[in-house]
């Protein structure tokens, strides 16, 4: 009798998580969430196989394979050009870049506050709109972390998880971290 009550009990917590929609799937890569998402949603979900990857496409319209970089507050690590040239924050936590799911976008730097919209297609990105305050900071590195993201066509994530853009014209790649 203790084992049927068992089982009932069992039966009863598994139809009450499915069933309400509380089991959750988190999708994880190199420790960073790339998404977290009912269970329920992957039942009419669509898989796509090529170029090495198996994509998911929830019914939420979700695409499940691929990093989002909405997740985290992201600080500018460097940028290089092309040219050899090396630009590093002196104190790379004055520079914070926040993308909002809306399109826009917020960061801070050793001097001022910028805002301003983005938009992504697939991995393309282009920063536009920038506004900022107008504080005169002597030695502010601004200009190099505003024009990263004046001159960014294309964003990726590296086998590191850092969040890098690539400068038009093969121009160089600032990274986040």
């Known amino acids: 009798m203790k084992k049927i009550a068992l089982i009932v009990a069992i039966l009863l917590v598994v139809v ?13 890569v190199n420790d960073t969430p790339i998404v977290d998402i009912d269970a329920n949603e992957l039942s009419d ?3 796509t196989i090529g170029g090495g990857l198996i994509k998911m496409r929830a019914n939420n319209d979700i ?27 002196v104190d790379s936590k004055m ?10 976008f917020f960061a801070s730097t050793d001097c001022n506050n910028i ?16 506004a900022s305050t107008l504080m005169y900071c002597d030695a502010s590195q601004e200009k190099d972390f505003i024009k990263s993201l004046q001159e960014a066509v294309e964003y990726k994530f590296n ?16 990274v986040f971290r």
């Open 63 to 89: 695409e499940l394979n691929k990093k989002n970089p909405n997740t985290k507050t992201w600080t500018w690590v460097s940028t290089t050009y092309s040219d050899g040239t090396i630009v590093k924050p």
């Open 159 to 174: 086998s590191s998880g850092e969040f890098t853009l690539l400068l038009k014209d093969n121009g160089g790649v600032a």
């Open 45 to 47: 979900a669509t898989y």
């Open 95 to 104: 520079f914070a870049l926040i993308l909002n799911s809306d399109q826009t």
């Open 115 to 130: 805002s301003g919209k983005y938009t992504t297609d697939e991995y393309k990105v282009s920063f536009e709109q920038i």
């Open 16 to 28: 009450v998580i499915f069933g309400l929609g509380v089991f959750r799937l988190k999708f994880v």
